[in-house]
């Protein structure tokens, strides 16, 4: 039982020194980015060790969201996230009106919202009949989220 114990010890250990070699270049595809990237990742021998530094930091310090939201410490930004952002306040803001304007297929408040998605003049008629037709579907119950609303107009206009 022993001499089982010794063997599974030492490969063990020939993995974890062979597994750094391996992954080279790809420490951010395991650990993400944030300070533990900033502060480990730039290391040559981009080992197991530096790979669990850079993880232990990142998820002891809880960093990477806002490196994700501010898109710093070698965090990429989503691009839409702040469209995204000012879509999903519109339609938090203007649930009435944007009910009634999709009810009827125009308005001003639809207007904005085919702007706020980056509707193509050329294709709003189309997408403001999709959401007018889809009426029931996107407005099912009265009560939803205007996340909710959102994702349903977005399918409804697809």
């Known amino acids: ?3 089982l114990l010794v063997l599974v010890l030492c490969v063990s250990v020939a993995v974890l020194l062979f597994a750094g070699p391996v992954m ?5 595809d395991n650990c993400g980015c944030g300070l533990g990237t900033v502060l480990w990742g730039d290391k040559a021998d981009n080992s ?3 790979q669990s530094m850079q993880a232990t930091t990142n998820g002891t310090f809880g960093n990477q969201t806002f490196g994700i939201t501010s898109g710093t410490s070698e965090c990429d930004q989503p691009p839409k996230w702040a469209a995204k952002k000012r879509l999903l306040e519109f339609v938090n803001n203007n649930m009435d009106s944007l009910a009634k304007d999709i009810a009827v297929g125009q308005g001003e408040s639809l207007e ?3 702007e ?4 193509p003049g050329a294709d709003r008629n189309e ?3 999709k959401l007018q037709s ?4 996107i407005f099912a119950t009265g009560k939803e989220e205007p996340a909710t ?3 349903r107009i977005v399918t409804a206009s697809s």
């Open 116 to 119: 706020l998605m980056e509707i």
């Open 127 to 129: 997408f403001y009949g």
């Open 112 to 114: 904005t919202l085919a």
């Open 48 to 50: 197991i060790l530096s």
């Open 149 to 151: 609303i959102l994702d």
């Open 134 to 137: 889809n009426f029931d579907y």
């Open 24 to 28: 080279a270049g790809r420490a951010k």
């Open 1 to 3: 039982m022993r001499k």
